[in-house]
Structure formats: C-alpha cells, structure tokens
C-alpha cells in the first residue's frame, strides 16, 4: 500500500502519466492509419512523409515551409545532391 501512495509525499510525482500518453498518441494513430493506406507502398509512402515532417519539428523547423521551399526547389536541383535538402540541413 506504502508504494501506491508515494506520489503523496514527493510532490513531483505526478499521479497520472497524461503527459507522456499525450506525446506518444500521434504514434499511435499513425500506426492505426497505416493499415488502411491502400497498399505497402502508399504506407511506406506515409510513413516517409511523416518522418521528414518528423524531423522538421525535432530541429524547429515550420514543416509546411520546408515542405513548400523543397517542392519549389527539387525540379531545377542536382539528384547527386538531393540529400540537401533533407531537413535536418535545412537553411544551412
């Protein structure tokens, strides 16, 4: 009984885990999503796309932006040097 009332006695214990089943609930709909993308290819296809928005996030980059500037760029640009314009060297 001692354990299941510890969070009383340190008050940076919080009772419930919302925080981190907020932060893990776009994983999880995503993964639900992917069952019904029509195809294996159009799933990987999503999840790519997910991961590249992914990413702009972790660096603290505005994904519609980047998404934007990478379309208007990718036709005039060299396919030796595509990965340039991967997020994580976005502005660089």
């Given at each position: 009984m001692e354990r299941?009332?510890?969070y009383v006695m340190d008050?940076?214990?919080?009772i419930d885990n919302n925080a981190v089943e907020n932060s893990i609930r776009p994983v999880a709909l995503d993964r639900r999503n992917?069952?019904?993308?029509g195809s294996h290819e159009a799933a990987?296809?999503?999840g790519m796309l997910y991961s590249l928005l992914g990413t702009?996030?972790?660096?603290?980059?505005e994904p519609y932006t980047w998404?934007?500037?990478?379309?208007?760029?990718?036709?005039?640009?060299?396919v030796n040097?595509?990965?340039e314009l991967l997020p994580h060297l976005y502005g660089k």
């Open positions: 299941l009332s510890i008050s940076r214990l919080n992917y069952l019904f993308a990987e296809r999503s702009c996030k972790m660096h603290g980059i998404l934007k500037e990478v379309l208007h760029k990718i036709a005039d640009h060299p040097k595509v990965h």
